[in-house]
């Protein structure tokens, strides 16, 4: 980061303030007060896919996790931590994993370079294309097995977040909560709705089904 960025960061936080306070006075002393959010975004960590931009969302209006790949990794406290604070204090209503086109991290699963400690959560990634190996490796053209593999790992993260403890208690208590799966596109700022809705366990595997 450069010295000229790293001091624009900080005026342009300046400015932001100001042109707030112009809007609204009291703007960051209600904001102070709590949050509501109705969404919790699961996100990948790539800086061009940004939750609260693409979507319009003000601050106060999305509670956001990101990654690299957006995954929903059972073992990952950190995911499990905001989820079960979305879900369980905040009461999210919604919860939207949203994986974009020309994903590095789904690029570098689908290949075997070693880059480093991330090929330990890429394996991750892995297991989402084993499971999906024959269909994906019938697709000829590289661009849309890629493109396909983006939506197909979206839709297993929604599944996954289906599977946790956290979510089916959810909906066994009769909260309202919808799971769904986004994948955003780099070059047309469109976001494409996989239709993946879920809204309760039955459409989980029996083996994944929480006597609760
Ligand atoms: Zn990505």
């Known amino acids: 980061m450069s010295q000229d960025f790293y001091k624009k960061i900080l005026d342009n936080n300046k400015k932001w303030v100001e042109s707030q306070l112009a809007l609204d006075p009291d703007y960051f002393k209600d904001l102070s007060k709590g949050q509501q959010p109705p969404l919790l975004w699961i996100g990948c960590s790539d800086s061009r ?3 609260n931009e693409i979507i319009g969302a003000k601050p106060g209006e999305v509670f956001v996790h990101r990654n690299i790949a957006n995954m929903v990794v059972h073992t990952d406290m950190n995911m499990l931590s905001v989820l079960d604070y979305a879900v369980n204090v905040l009461k999210v209503k919604h919860i939207l994993v949203c994986g974009h086109y020309g994903c590095g ?4 699963s689908m290949g075997n370079q070693s880059i480093g400690i991330i090929d330990n959560w890429i394996r991750h990634i892995k297991d989402v294309y ?11 053209d590289e661009e849309e097995r890629f493109n396909r593999f983006v939506e197909i790992n979206v839709q297993e993260q929604v599944f996954d977040l289906a ?25 047309s700022g469109y976001v494409t709705d ?13 083996v994944y089904r929480l006597k609760l």
């Open 49 to 51: 896919v940004p939750a």
């Open 105 to 108: 991290g789904i690029k570098a």
């Open 130 to 140: 084993r499971m999906h190996e024959e269909y994906l490796n019938a697709i000829v």
């Open 163 to 187: 599977k946790t403890s956290i979510v089916q208690a959810a909906w066994r208590n009769g909260q309202d909560l919808t799971l769904h799966g986004w994948v955003y596109g780099l070059n």
């Open 194 to 206: 996989l239709d993946v809705n879920l809204t309760s366990n039955v459409d989980l595997d029996e």
